[in-house]
């Protein structure tokens, strides 16, 4: 995990500077330095939840509001705090619920969700975000869809961006891209992109992605790679991720190395387990079990 802390405390110093309710002297402001730094430091220690508090990479993003706002709310979290002045600091938007693949662990994808389907509207959008930017970090553009599908993905990016805000896309990839959308995807500032292959050839991927075509995730990848590459960016930080089940346990090793395709990282992710499900699915390493619904 790294955290720019430098980049980060320059560039917060500045703003706090230029802000005239936060007129300090020199001795003050690297007193105001030092305890960023810790704060930061802190969040380090803190990085207990299945996901980190907060990205690390979304540092970068980080404003005086968007602290004071976050500690506000880890203040509440801890007080257990049922009314809350804190506002989200991390936002999941999903942009549709509707999905190309049938994944059989996933409501969408066994079209059992309760909810209407529906695309999300760009202007809607755009207000959301307007409510969240002084505070949210972290958006996440996805959640039980496949957010390639949204015609304006790549303009909800855009605008997330414009608005300092870190946003991250989770995809299956298995979509035939029209010419150019691969490299407007890399240049709209998107923060991370997540690709999910869940097996290594297609017989064992599309256990899980049923109507997924490995050879066309792979294709999309190496363009991605390559774009991103050719265009000398260091966003998104391209994410490949393998969901760990018994059909796929004997190819984790193999994955991991797929690193050499110029992937930024790659990761072996836990399933969600309800007492619902089909124990079928589960790893023997029970270390890669999300467990979920126990008390
Ligand atoms: C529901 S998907 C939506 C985004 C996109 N369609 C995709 O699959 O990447 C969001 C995330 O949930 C993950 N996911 C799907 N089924 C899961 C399961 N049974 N347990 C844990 N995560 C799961 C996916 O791998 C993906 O990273
Ligand atoms: S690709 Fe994503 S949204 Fe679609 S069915 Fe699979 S997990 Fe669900």
């Not at 540092?59 to 801890?78: G, P, V």
């Not at 307007?130 to 958006?139: G, R």
């Not at 990016?157 to 995807?185: M, Q």
């Not at 490995?214 to 990848?221: E, P, Q, R, T």
Request: proline letters at 3%.
């Amino acid at each position: 995990m790294s955290i720019i802390v430098t980049a980060y405390t320059e560039s917060i110093t500045e703003e706090w500077r230029k802000n005239s309710r936060f007129k300090m002297s020199a001795k003050e402001q690297n007193k105001k330095d030092k305890e960023i730094t810790s704060f930061i430091e802190s969040l380090k220690a803190t990085d207990t939840f299945r996901y980190p508090f907060i990205e690390p990479e979304s540092i970068k993003n980080l404003t005086i509001k968007k602290i004071e706002n976050y500690k506000l709310a880890m203040k509440e979290k801890s007080l257990k705090k049922t009314k809350l002045e804190s506002s989200p600091y991390r936002i999941f938007i999903d942009p549709m619920n509707a999905c190309n693949l049938r994944c059989p662990l996933c409501p969408t994808g066994l079209k059992k969700s309760e909810r209407k389907t529906s695309i999300m509207d760009f202007n809607f959008f755009k207000k959301i975000v307007d409510e969240v930017q002084e505070y949210c970090i972290e958006l996440h553009l996805y959640n039980w869809g496949e957010p390639t599908l949204h015609k304006q993905l790549i303009d909800m990016i855009k605008y997330c961006n414009d608005k300092n805000i870190w946003v991250r896309i989770a995809t299956n990839f298995s979509l035939k891209y029209k010419e150019g959308y691969i490299k407007d995807l890399i240049h709209s500032g998107l923060s991370l992109l997540h690709i999910d292959i869940d097996g290594i050839g297609q017989e064992v991927y599309s256990k899980y992605r049923i109507r997924g075509k490995y050879d066309l995730v792979i294709k999309n990848l190496k363009e991605t790679v390559k774009i991103k590459k050719e265009s000398k960016l260091k966003y998104p930080l391209i994410e490949i991720a393998m969901l760990a089940m018994k059909q796929n346990e004997h190819q984790h090793k193999e994955f991991l190395n797929f690193k050499e395709l110029g992937v930024d990282i790659v990761k072996i992710d836990k399933i969600q387990h309800n007492p619902n499900m089909d124990e079928g699915w589960l790893p023997k390493n029970k270390k890669l079990i999300y467990k979920m619904y126990e008390g």
